[in-house]
């Protein structure tokens, strides 16, 4: 049993990311794991003010959310982020999530494996490749986790959408029971 926690980034009511990382959780729970489906709606993390105190304390001196999430992230085994897609990049909110976790990388973090869930309303072939790419940078700062996929759902715009597309509802459950 791998304790999962999948991190819907979209602020947007009906989002079709956080539905395809609902499906993901369904299937990472039928498959017996812990699972944790955690939305940033409602969370307040501010921008990183590049201080770096965090590399000398292991603390982010900004009080808000960020610290409760960073502890999530740092005791899960797999880690998957689920984000649309704007202007061929992650969500703000994400980037701004990952900028925040900077402590983690001096920590004892539990993570192994991360994945990308994404949606956007193009369908272009690189529509999802610069914000795997940036992903796989973050990830590239912890040696020991590797970003392992994406489940990409192209034309996909208005809300709610993604249960129109029942092949990518299908990979997003998928990849939750094979994580």
């Known amino acids: 049993m791998k304790n999962v926690l999948i991190i819907s980034t979209s602020l947007r009511g009906g989002s079709n990311s956080e539905l395809l990382a609902k499906e993901c959780a ?17 969370k307040k993390i501010q921008y990183c003010i590049g201080c770096l105190s965090c590399i000398k304390t292991g603390k982010c001196v900004q009080k808000d959310d960020a610290p409760e999430i960073m502890e999530k992230l740092r005791r899960a085994d797999v880690l998957v982020f689920a984000t649309p897609i704007y202007y061929y990049e992650m ?39 610069k914000a795997y790419n940036g992903l796989q940078g973050w990830v590239d700062c912890f040696p020991k986790a590797k970003l392992c996929g994406l489940v990409a759902g192209p034309e996909i715009g208005d809300p709610k959408d993604a249960v129109n597309h029942p092949d990518v509802m299908e990979k997003a459950y998928c990849l939750g029971k094979e994580v």
């Open 26 to 42: 369904r299937g990472a729970e039928e498959a017996g794991n812990h699972v944790e489906l955690l939305s940033l709606k409602g």
């Open 91 to 129: 969500s703000g909110q994400m980037k701004t999530l990952l900028d925040r976790m900077n402590p983690l990388y001096e920590s004892d973090y539990a993570f192994r494996e991360v994945y990308m869930i994404a949606t956007a309303a193009d369908g272009g072939d690189a529509t999802f490749e």
